[in-house]
Each structure stands twice: as structure tokens, then as C-alpha cells.
């Protein structure tokens, strides 16, 4: 709430520019409407939208013919962003990084082929940041803004490798290059000391890290500008959707409109409600039509000590005498305008089949768990989509990680006695980087996990089709192939068959005495 208050107080005046992003594909944007695009995506997070604390929202209302009384009743981003901070990274991580027993799923399960010793510093990596919840946060900014950079920190003092996660809306300019690694970025954003307020701005390239304090060079403690050691800029730049811009596409691209009319509509009617209840009535009387209590024409709603009131007042009117009482609540057919509301419900769901998708799993509870991968794959497809990029940028983030750990382990930086953590990364370097020793692969995770009940009729059900197919002639060792089986699990296969050919022949002159009738 701290860095949402600090937003909002410093982007007031650039949120009356803020337009609903992402809609189209993304261009470039001025610096600072790109803070207050962020800002505003994120109050879509948290449901701070259209909050009358603040009156930052009355150009925006007004550019869009939004209701003065708007309110956010329905608002799906939390949970789809939240639906993707669960199913991204799901499961737990192991202290060494490897399988978890019990078919306790892995979070990042690394391919077998990769170095046990590169794994443990990994996993290690991974104690030293919280990763097990930090790997959530890492989706949660994505999935709500759409970017997010995070920053590896060199702590000499601690002899560790860590991580911070930057508000996107702090990163001023961005320099990737073709392959989506960054060449060089610049952060900048209000801060404040003893001496008061001041802008600060820290510019990072694969030469040095230069710092500075209200745009002069200034020495926060380590120097003006420092050289980077590493050959490399230590962040990554996540983009949640990628469009082919520099920055990333949120998980509710695309229906901010949709949402905004939604609640727009919907807060009419429950203002309606209101005045239906509160039963609003004209007295036609002797003399002009006026307000019955004299009251002042109402001015702007955000002039209001109490805008809330405005909402549940009675208006009564006066008019000519002789005449007759009639109700100013209107004729609103509630149930047609339902229809209405969830016509455009199903349209934004529609846009999101991830917002119904635990829902929709629920009542397939006579569908196996194949039958439902199939139902679901739609959502299926955009979660491999948006976890791919997230591992690429992931695998980056550790490759540098241990590298940067490496150099410093075996340059005694960290002082000559290393701990047993400390020692995991002696292996690596950065030159281990540079020839690219430290590749990896993530294997992508299922968004239905197989109960031990399907996983055994699935291999009941292959082996039986082996057993079938050997039947009518074909070579084990060709139908096993075709099942996926490796060249060392043939010949493993290969070398348990022998083995067990060997046994049978020993058993069987075991059973034949010399001079015996058997």
C-alpha cells in the first residue's frame, strides 16, 4: 500500500493522460505515461480503481463518458493474474533442485541432462532469495503489468548473490537486443533522505554502473560510477505476453474497456436500487417546479465532502397545484438489463476461458484426466505460452547468477574460508559463462497433474499396446522406440534380458541331479 500511495501522489497529474493500455499493439510510450500506464494497471490489481480517495480518476472517467459513480463491482483481474502466479511455477523447490519424493511436484524441474553440481548451486541460489516465494511475486508483477526487470546484486559484504524485483515503472529506457537479454537499462524515480526529496537514477550497461542524484554523478557508497566486471548486465526483462514490443502485454489486455462498461452499467443500476428503495417522488403543488427543500444545484461529485451520499439522496420536486404525485425512479426492467450484464460477462470470460477454468474443472467430475486436458486446452496453450517466457528469462537469471557467484568464490572475494553454500559455486566462472557450459533446460510443467489412479491405467493401457504389437510380430525393440524410450533405456532393456536369460539357465541346472529321474 506504501508504494501504491507513492505512485498515485506522484503520478496524479500523469494518470489524467493514463489511456486503457495494451488494447492494440504496444508502441512506444513516453517515459512517464508508461509510469502512470503502470499505476493504472495496477489499481485494476488491487481494486483501487476509481477510488474516491483520490481524484486522480475524473479525466479519466471523463475521456472514457464513464458514470461519475462508477465503482469497481466486477473486476476479474486479481484472480486471472493470481490463476497465473499459482499456475506458472506450481509445486515446491527442493533444496537440492532436484525430484521431490512422495510425487510432490517440482516447481522448476530442470531436464535429467543437467549437471548435478550446476542444480545444487542453482537450488542454493534459490535459498539465498526466498525463490519459493519470490517466484510468485515475479509472476504476479507480470501478470498485472505486463513487465517486469530483476536485478542480480552482487553482495561482496555478505558473499552472496541476490535479486530484487523492480517496479517497471522505474525503468526509464530499455536497450534489448534480439534475443530479448538486455544490453543496457536506466532506472530512475523519487527518493528521500535527511536533505529531502531528490531524483534517482542509475544507468547499468556491460561497461559500469554509473549512479547519479537530481542528474549530477553522486557516490551512494561504492563509487560514482563502478566497472562492471562481468561482461554481461545483470537483469532480466520478463515480458508476461510477448508482442513484439519491448514491453510485455498484462494478462487482462484487451478487456479493459469491456470491464470498465461492465461496471459502468452495473453501478447505474445499483444506484437505481437505490433511488427504487429511497422511492424519489414530485409534489405537484401551487407554484413553479423547484426543490421542494431549496437545496443549491449540485456541483462536481469530487466536490463533495461525502460523493457517496449523492448516490442515496431523495429528490423531491414541487410543482402547480392540482396536480399529482409521480415517482422519478424510472421504469428499469432489472431482469432484462441482467441479461445484458451477463452477455458481457460471458464476452470478457470468453476473453479469459482462464477465469473460468477451476469452475468448468469442478463439473467435469465424470471426465478423466486426459478428456479434461483436452476440454481445456485453450487455457492449456496460453499457460505453455506465458511459462516459456518466463523460463527463458529464468534460465538467463541463473546462468548469470552462478557465474557472477563463481567469480567471486574463487577470487577471494568472499575471503579464503568459503562456506559449504559458498563452495557449490567454485565449478563455475565467468568464463564458464561466456563458453556457454552453464546451458539448462526447465521442462514445462502440466496444468493437469494425473492422480496415481489415471498415471496407472495410462501405463496399463501402453502395455498393453506394446503387448499387442509384439503379438503380431513386431520387434520389442521397435515398439518401445516408438514409445518414447532413449538408446540407454534399450540397452539397459537389452542388458536386463541377458542377465535374466542367465539366471534361468542357472536355475534350470540347478534342477537336474546327476543319476536322477526327474
Not at 463491482?73 to 511455477?89: E, H, M, Q, S, W
Not at 462498461?261 to 437505490?274: F, G, K, R, Y
Not at 415517482?327 to 460477462?345: E, H, T, V
Not at 492449456?380 to 529464468?394: G, K, T
Request: net charge negative.
Amino acid at each position: 500500500m506504501a508504494l501504491w500511495g507513492k505512485l498515485m501522489e506522484a503520478g496524479k497529474a500523469a494518470i489524467v493522460a493514463a489511456k486503457r493500455v495494451f488494447e492494440e499493439q504496444p508502441e512506444y510510450t513516453e517515459y512517464k505515461n508508461r509510469a502512470a500506464e503502470y499505476a493504472l494497471l495496477w489499481s485494476y490489481y488491487n481494486n483501487s480503481m476509481f477510488d474516491r480517495v483520490s481524484n486522480a480518476w475524473s479525466a479519466y472517467k471523463a475521456k472514457y463518458n464513464l458514470y461519475r459513480n462508477i465503482r469497481m463491482i466486477y473486476n476479474p483481474t486479481k484472480r486471472l493474474v493470481d490463476f497465473y502466479a499459482g499456475v506458472v511455477y506450481p509445486g515446491a523447490l527442493s533444496e537440492d533442485g532436484r525430484a521431490l519424493p512422495d510425487g510432490v511436484p517440482v516447481a522448476i524441474p530442470f531436464s535429467s541432462d543437467t549437471p548435478t553440481e550446476l542444480v545444487q548451486a542453482i537450488a542454493q541460489f534459490w535459498a539465498w532469495n526466498n525463490w519459493q516465494s519470490r517466484k510468485s511475486v515475479i509472476v504476479r508483477y507480470g501478470a498485472a503489468l505486463g513487465s517486469v526487470l530483476i536485478e542480480l546484486i552482487d553482495d561482496i559484504e555478505r558473499g552472496k548473490i541476490t535479486s530484487e524485483i523492480v517496479w517497471p515503472g522505474y525503468v526509464k529506457s530499455l536497450e534489448l537486443d534480439a534475443a530479448g537479454n538486455i544490453k543496457g537499462y536506466v532506472i530512475e524515480y523519487t527518493a528521500k533522505d535527511e536533505a529531502g526529496s531528490y531524483q534517482y537514477r542509475k544507468e547499468v550497461d556491460k561497461g559500469s554502473f554509473r549512479y547519479f542524484r537530481d542528474d549530477r554523478p553522486y557516490d551512494y557508497g561504492f563509487g560514482a560510477e563502478i566497472e562492471n566486471p562481468y561482461g554481461f548486465v545483470p537483469a532480466v526483462w520478463i515480458r508476461h505476453c510477448d508482442t513484439g514490443s519491448d514491453h510485455g502485454s498484462p494478462a487482462i489486455a484487451g478487456s479493459l474497456g469491456k470491464i470498465d462498461e461492465l461496471n459502468n452499467l452495473v453501478s447505474h443500476i445499483h444506484d437505481q436500487v437505490h433511488k427504487v428503495i429511497g422511492a424519489p417522488l414530485v409534489l405537484w403543488t401551487d407554484g413553479n417546479v423547484n426543490n421542494l427543500f431549496g437545496a443549491k444545484k449540485r456541483g462536481s461529485t469530487n466536490d463533495f465532502d461525502e460523493p457517496a451520499s449523492e448516490q442515496e439522496s431523495l429528490l423531491m420536486l414541487k410543482g402547480p397545484k392540482d396536480g399529482k404525485v409521480d415517482s422519478l425512479a424510472g421504469n428499469l426492467d432489472l431482469s432484462a438489463a441482467n441479461i445484458y450484464i451477463d452477455k458481457l460477462l460471458a464476452e470478457i470470460e470468453q476473453d479469459h476461458p482462464e477465469l473460468i477454468f477451476y469452475r468448468e474443472l469442478r463439473s467435469m467430475s465424470q471426465v478423466t484426466g486426459p478428456a479434461a486436458s483436452r476440454l481445456v486446452g485453450d487455457v492449456a496453450s496460453r499457460v505453455q505460452e506465458v511459462q516459456a517466457n518466463y523460463d527463458q528469462a529464468c534460465i538467463s537469471l541463473f546462468r548469470m547468477a552462478c557465474a557472477m557467484a563463481g567469480f567471486r568464490a574463487n577470487s577471494g572475494a568472499w575471503g579464503r574460508s568459503l562456506t559449504r553454500q559458498q563452495q557449490k559455486f567454485l565449478p563455475f566462472s565467468l568464463e564458464s559463462y561466456q563458453r556457454g557450459e552453464l546451458d539448462m533446460s526447465i521442462m514445462p510443467r502440466p496444468l493437469l497433474t494425473p492422480t496415481r489412479l489415471e498415471q496407472a491405467q495410462e501405463k496399463q493401457a501402453i502395455w498393453q499396446g506394446v503387448n499387442l504389437a509384439v503379438q503380431a510380430g513386431a520387434p520389442l525393440e521397435f515398439v518401445l522406440r516408438g514409445e518414447g524410450w532413449t538408446d540407454e533405456e534399450l540397452a539397459q532393456l537389452g542388458q536386463d534380458r541377458v542377465e535374466q536369460i542367465k539366471r534361468d539357465q542357472l536355475l534350470a541346472q540347478e534342477d537336474i541331479v546327476p543319476g536322477v529321474e526327474q
